[in-house]
């Protein structure tokens, strides 16, 4: 898994179907700009927040049909009436990177998880759509393996986000396994850092087994691409386990030999 949720847009998979290349090109295209505002450089908060409003400016003019001023969303606009894409995943997802301009803690598992449901899920909704697959309860698969690939993210990135000023780890879960942020600042591994560790990787674990029906359900290369993409996020998990849960020095990154225990897995569809 790379640094940002929004590289599990298969952008340059050769699974994607040649019809699909161009419009998932222009909807990474937004995805990750408007992250990069939120996140990159040197801008102020205000300034950020700003920037921001005139995408979601540019999304209202998709939606009363008037000319956009930024080419990106004139290309958007022609994707989304073109597959019939809703907006609301794209307001979500704007109003996912504002929270990151100005929310850097979160208090309960539940408020994590509603961040996730505008900065991840989003983007499954958008692939279904586009693959046409939107029945109620691939939706709900879909959304629990996004939820579980942005924690797993979370997980992996704990000290590139404490660079940020940014701490995901639920503060109740701090709280309960006697974890506070100085320790996280000194990059102290010990049994109650483990614990807490333990306990979060199995919520993500769990919450992507619940979704995995759907890879079983999408034929053909979407079908390919998910559980891959799956696997990807499992095996991240088995390698933060098997560093004992140092993310700080050993952040888990998938290797060559990784790619090979994936896609025996994914030939398998095992969890």
Not at 236 to 244: G, N, T
Request: glycine share 4%; proline share 4%; with cysteine.
């Amino acid at each position: 898994m790379s640094n940002s949720h929004y590289e599990n847009f298969p952008v340059a998979s050769p699974l994607l179907p040649p019809r699909l290349r161009a419009p998932v090109r222009v909807i990474y295209a937004f995805a990750r700009s408007a992250d990069d505002i939120a996140d990159e450089g040197h801008a102020s908060d205000a300034e950020r927040l700003a920037a921001l409003c005139l995408y979601q400016d540019e999304l209202s003019r998709i939606e009363q049909g008037q000319p956009n001023k930024v080419a990106l969303f004139t290309e958007l606009g022609a994707v989304i009436r073109q597959h019939g894409l809703a907006l609301q995943c794209f307001r979500d997802l704007l109003s996912a990177f504002a929270q990151d301009v100005v929310q850097t803690r979160y208090a309960d598992f539940a408020s994590l998880l509603d961040y996730c449901a505008r900065s991840a899920n989003p983007v499954g909704r958008i692939m279904l759509a586009l693959f046409e697959e939107q029945d109620a309860l691939s939706l709900q698969q879909s959304d629990a393996i996004c939820s579980a690939l942005q924690l797993i993210n979370f997980w992996q990135d704990v000290a590139i986000d404490w660079e940020k000023s940014r701490v995901y780890l639920p503060a109740e879960d701090l709280l309960r396994f006697g974890v506070n942020e100085e320790q996280i600042a000194a990059a102290r591994i010990d049994d109650n850092w483990r614990a807490l560790m333990q306990f979060e990787i199995s919520r993500a674990r769990q919450l992507m087994h619940s979704g995995l029906p759907l890879t079983k359900k999408l034929r053909g290369r979407m079908g390919w691409e998910l559980r891959l993409i799956v696997q990807g996020g499992l095996r991240i998990l088995d390698k933060i386990e098997a560093a004992d849960y140092d993310v700080f020095i050993h952040r888990p990154t998938l290797e060559k030999r990784d790619w090979i225990i994936m896609l025996w897995r994914a030939i398998r569809n095992l969890g």
